[in-house]
């Protein structure tokens, strides 16, 4: 006996929407790929001739050595001082309950929910203030003020899954809260610690807004420079552009699923529900 699928109106339309939505979503990034490796495509369906030309121009063109070497050293740079400032700041939030732990959670979220073009100018006029803008400095200053609440919002779950009788058991035998950190919690919690930093790495290198005020000529991550190659004065081959593009969204794509074999997209959700009491 086979069973019908009956579904409502409603259902078939959203549906009909969301595969619309990734049809065309699928057909923007096709075409991206295919001029990327296109050497003359005008009004067929697919070019006459095919090249890799395209990638080793927009190396060379964009100067992407130094460009990808920025973004690695921004990356590394922002992902370290969020684990070393966010894991501390998510154990006393996971641990301790004190007047204000939830308010101080909600000021933590702010970053996060809140447009970085919001907070991003005034924060870049500070920095050109002091002199930290338009340089290195400047870049890792301005993507730590979302990183390090995302760090805390990622570990905090992590911290929560480990039992509290591990760390009094540690402590009844002599060991101190340094050590109990370092020799128990800090093992048990390195899915978690490589997770965020992956989480952050993602996050900075698809970061334009907080980048683009706040970088200079040498100090622009592969975002900032993609935009400066598509908006910039002169003719550019469209290929090279696209080849460049290609190379942003297979990083980002690699990071994404090295992020997800480590944590579970739904367990941030459930925590951002759970506002600590």
Known sequence: MRRRIVA???????????AIFFAVLAGVIGSVVVNSFGVRWFDTWLPRAWTTQWYGQAWHDFTLLPVLTVTLVVCLLVAGISVLVGVPAAYVLARRRFPGSRLMYLLFLLPILMPPITYGIPLATVLYKYGFAGHLSGVVLANLVPSVPFVILTMTPFIEQIDPAIERAARMCGARTRHVFASILAPLLVPGILAASILVVVRTVGMFELTFLTAGPDSQTLVVALFYSM????????????????????????????????VNPTQLVARVKEDPE
């Open 8 to 18: 409502s109106p409603g259902a078939w339309v959203v549906w009909g929407l969301v």
């Open 231 to 262: 908006s910039a004065a002169g003719i550019r081959a469209q290929q090279s552009v696209d080849a460049m593009a290609v190379i942003y969204c297979l990083m980002m794509l690699i990071l994404l699923v090295a992020a997800l074999r480590f």
